[in-house]
């Protein structure tokens, strides 16, 4: 990828499974803005993204939790 600041557009699905053994769902929406540094990749900037998503979004991601996300380039 090109250097540069990129602001991205996430759309999250995190399935948990809670302590009292009842699956929730939940659905988000979120941005974020990654600065890329030469010679980074796309794969660099996915985990960056959603390292930040996950801390933004106080998501719980345990053991049994399934997270998706689609994120493009804004």
């Known amino acids: 990828m090109q250097a540069g600041t990129y602001h991205w557009i996430l759309s999250l699905v995190c399935v948990e499974e809670g ?13 974020s803005t990654v600065e890329v540094k030469p010679g980074g990749t796309r794969q660099d900037v996915y985990r960056a993204v959603l390292a930040q998503t996950v801390a933004d ?18």
């Open 57 to 74: 979004l106080k998501l719980n991601l345990g053991t049994t939790s399934t997270l998706a996300f689609i994120c493009e380039p804004n």
């Open 19 to 31: 302590l009292d053994g009842v699956v929730r769902t939940r659905y988000a929406n979120a941005e």
